[in-house]
């Protein structure tokens, strides 16, 4: 078989190196970058293609220029969420904008996990998480029409208590989950609402919640830069 290649432009190469090194702690913050002749040397490369993967890393967050001083790493951490909760981090400096609420088909792996008919319609809420104004997650959660239709799931408006509250005082309340994640590049709108580097891969999280006799009552796609988060996943080992 033969050895994969990477076909990458030469600074989304370099980019890369960098942005590993800077995320396992190598290069902690405060750290100052080797001047652009010794990064020319070490990753034998233009001048050009150096400045153009220090720009990704300083578009993404990783990096920052101090005039006359040179690079530097920023004092930047991921927001790290314990999956099991998923409550964000710091949870007053993170604020949630609605977006939509409307009627609509779901993605297909939605459907088949909500237990829908082909083509049937269901309550979408559309959200969009700050932190410190800055939009870092795109969420779609989508509820049974049979479940959420004429409840306050299906009206414009913050929910008092969210939507567990609702769907507990339907009858059916929370129990379970199921989170499955991937990565992928961002689409257009993404990439626009997010305001993410167009480079940058996507976290997609569709988590999948049960009711009583694991009923799934709601399912989220949460869409958040690869950049700027970390699942975190614990574990008892019996």
Known sequence: MPAA??????HQQIAAE????IMSGDLPAGTQLPSTARLVAEYDAANATIQRALTMLK?????????GKGVYVRARQPFVIDAAAYIPPSPGAFQYRLLDVID??????????LRLDPGAPAILRRRLLLHQDQPVELSASYYPADIAA????????????????VLADLGYPQRSFVDRNSTR???TEEIETLDLPGDTPIIRQLRIIYSDNDRPVEASVLIKGGHLYELLYR????
């Not at 960098?18 to 090194?21: F, I, V």
């Open 18 to 21: 960098l942005r590993a090194r």
């Open 185 to 187: 590049p961002p689409t």
């Open 59 to 67: 578009n993404e967050g990783f990096l920052d220029s101090h005039v």
């Open 150 to 165: 004429g409840t306050p799931l299906a009206r414009s408006g913050k929910i008092r208590g969210g939507a567990p509250q």
């Open 5 to 10: 290649r990477d076909d990458r432009p030469r």
């Open 104 to 113: 609509a088909v779901p993605p297909a792996d939605v459907a088949h996990e």
């Open 235 to 238: 574990q008892d080992i019996n």
